[in-house]
């Protein structure tokens, strides 16, 4: 007795001893492993791995106890080593399926021992197959470029063949050199094609697995394949499109460029601008009006070539006796030009006028007529020109004075002229204040005379031709309005001017005025003139005629008696044939003369011609009666006491 | 012009319709029939198979999504102290184990596991969506679940019975199938046991077992009708 409870004794005391010394040395119990994972590799067995704890210092030993459900059987870990450090497997024979497990791993030492957490393990939840196995890649071709053909089988040991374990599959896929992989689940078929490959590149391809009710398997080792060049079909629709289209651009921006024009105009009509000929549009920004005026004083306007002519108004001229008595020479012809001559009463109309043979334009020329008078007057007075409007109506001078006192009223353009019938329109010079004798020219010059006194005296008239011709006939003035067109080129041939002189009268009027052509006071009634002679400075003498007077429209009949005042015609030698009537009667001849309605006419062979081109002085003394006209200048005088200018012309 | 273009429009129209019309008619219209009837489509064994296999999977699913959602919200912790024991009522139906087990048994056997399975299910599942329905703490998408997956047992059954049907009518399988169909020969006894269960248990059982189906099923498929999918 005493010795099994002194064993005891001694037991108890070396184990106290021991532990006492074990721990002064620092030994501890181990501590508590942990179990990790267990996993099926193909549902028919099962391998649980743990953790150990810290040993403690002392050699420890792990073991792994297992309970299967509903049994309380504690059964350890049938395999330490198959599957590896601190692992059990379990085969085939130990595995059962949809059975829960209970797993211990219990960690000894010298000084104890410790369990760890149990794990519930059910077999089928915890599989995960091994990765597939012969991973094939190919490239086969198609009609829309290769592709990629991937193949594998499952993994050896997971038996689908026999539906115990159903896998799927996914597998992925990159190029050479780029991070991030193409995934594609290929559900539960061995094949997958690829397609839309790049030419020439390097792809890398891998697959794994997973049970319908399990865990993914690792990635397959990478399989390398590499896609020959070709030339994909998509792109070179595109190329050929891109060709397509930019040629197609290219031809409408080629169209375009040709028809840009047409295309502006359509886009962007052109704004009309102004017609006005000589009008600038520079001139009239920069403001001054002068030169704006100035530029539209075209030189070739209005027309007054003989080509022209019969398109344009014709020219004529109008005598209007100012203001309260009027003695208008009328023509007894009727021009084609349609040139009426005014009338002599007071009640006018404007029917069968031109447009600018309004009574109310002529007397508007009248006044500027007096107007210009004047400053013709001032002119006149400076040197020889004054002598000239004083003396008159002399040869030479004529032509100066004339075109002083034309060629102001030329600039200002009052004077319109039409081109006549007649023919050779005179010229005009451009400028007509630049030369002598280049003037203007009236066709056809519709006097109205007054009624001269005894015959006597010869009055002069003075044309002039811009305005008017003043005669001066007692009391009697008239104007010679003339109107003239600009001269469309400047010629230096024919051109001629008219001027009338009146003699008688002037030595009753102021001489001054009779010169200048300015009107004169007191015209009792129409009187008419007769061309006396031209002049070699072209000027047409005129004188009154005494007996004759025709009657038209309504104008007073001035009496019988010589008159010289109808153009017989011209000659070759440019010469005006004046024919002397004792009466005026009316004829047409060529349809350029008028002449007046005369009960008995007489018609004499006496006229008096004139050369009107040759600058020499050819006065001819009239061989008829009646008029001796001391004067050179010679007048010219048509038919019915009009003087057609266009007659003198040649 | 118009005129052309509109009418073989409408051939265009019309022959597509008509192709759309074939297709469906061939489809779904003819009722299938297992007897080899004339004027009816005849859905091959292995379409039967395939139905009732993804009908499983789709159960199996379903019971999974159920089991973790309870393992959440009412376990969280799998030491729960008073370990519940699951005993699932189910047990005394003898099921193979292993692969071995499951290949050894007879392809009747295993349809008879089958349906045993399913109809042992039948009710116990009925009741536990009539639970999960009046109890408040669940909620909607749980008892619609619960709902289809009662009603996907009541299905599978009557699907794994068609296949047997066929199999029987193929003379794959003897005619001792049917006899075992009968729910009170099965399981006469286990009445009480199964009311005793928790939900979680339940639960638990259930997914297991639709797994079991699955896995039977698809041996069976492999084993009666090798290709390549097997």
Known sequence: MRRAVGVVYLNLHSFLFFHVLSLCLGYSPPGKPKLTSCRSPEKETFTCWWEPGSDGGLPTTYALYYRKENSDAVY???????????????????????????????????????????????????????????????????????????SWEPPRKADTRSGWI?????????????????????????????????????????????????????????????????????????????????????????ILNLKSNSVKHCLLPPVPGPKIKGFDKQLLKNGRSEEVFSALVVPGFPPTTSSDCEDLLVEYLEVYTPEEQELILEEGKDLQEGCLKSKGSPSDSDSGRGSCDSHTLLMEKCGEGEGKEEKHQERAQKGKRQQKHQTGWEEGDVSHTREDVLSPDMSEGRVKTWPSVFSPLPQYSSRPLDHQGSLETARQLCL??????????????????KEGLALGSGQQEFYLGKKQTHPSNPQSQPRWHLQAHSDFNISSMDRKQAASGLQLPGFRSTEYVEVQRVNQEDMVILQPLFSSSCQRDGHLQIGQGEDYSKVKGVDSGNMLLLQREVEVKREEEDGDRYSCDIQDRVTESCYTTSTAASSQVTGKPTSCAGTAMPVQEEMVLAANGYVDAATMLL | MPENFRSVSAVWVGLVCLLFYSRLVRVGAAPICTNGQAGCHILSLADLFDRVIQHSARMHGISSDL???????????????????????????????????????????????????????????????????????????????????????????????????????LGIISNSVNSLTSPE?????????????KDYVLLYCFRRDSNKVQNYLKILKCRIIPQHEC
């Open chain 2, 185 to 197: 020969a099965l399981i006469p006894s286990d009445r009480a046991e199964w009311r005793l269960m």
């Open chain 1, 76 to 150: 350890e870990c049938p395999d330490y080593h198959t599957a590896g450090e601190n692992s059990c497997f379990f085969n085939k024979n130990d595995t059962s399926i949809w059975v829960n497990y209970n797993i211990t791993v219990v960690a000894t030492n010298a000084l104890g021992s410790n369990f760890s957490d149990p794990v519930d393990v059910d077999v089928v939840y915890i599989v995960q197959p091994h990765t597939p196995e012969n991973v094939t890649v190919t490239v086969m071709e198609d009609k829309d470029g290769p592709f990629l053909r991937v």
């Open chain 1, 448 to 465: 109205s005379d007054s009624l001269f006194p005894p015959p006597s005296t010869s009055s002069h008239l003075s044309y002039n031709a």
């Open chain 1, 166 to 254: 159903t896998l799927i599959y996914e597998l992925r896929v990159k190029l050479e050199g780029e991070e991030e992989w193409e995934e594609h689940r290929a559900g539960q078929q061995k094949m997958f094609n690829i397609f839309s490959l790049r030419s020439g590149g390097m792809y890398l391809v891998q697959v794994r697995c997973k049970p319908d009710h399990g865990f993914w398997s690792e990635w397959s080792s990478t399989t390398y394949i590499k896609v020959p060049d070709y030339f994909p079909r998509e792109t070179s629709v595109w190329i050929l499109i891109a060709v397509f289209s930019a040629f197609i651009f290219f031809i409408l921006t080629w």
């Open chain 2, 67 to 169: 089991h973790s959602e309870f393992e959440q919200y009412f376990f969280p912790s799998k030491n729960h102290i008073g370990r519940v024991n699951r005993i699932c009522h189910t047990s005394t139906i003898l099921t193979p184990n292993g692969k071995e087990n499951a290949q050894r048994l007879a392809r009747e056997e295993l349809t008879e596991v089958i349906l045993k399975l399913l109809v042992a299910w039948r009710d116990p599942l009925w009741h536990f969506q009539q639970s999960i329905a009046h109890h408040h703490d669940f909620n909607n998408f749980s008892s619609n679940k619960a709902l289809e997956m009662s009603d996907m047992v009541h299905e599978l059954r009557k699907g794994v019975e068609k296949v047997a049907e066929k199999m029987q009518m």
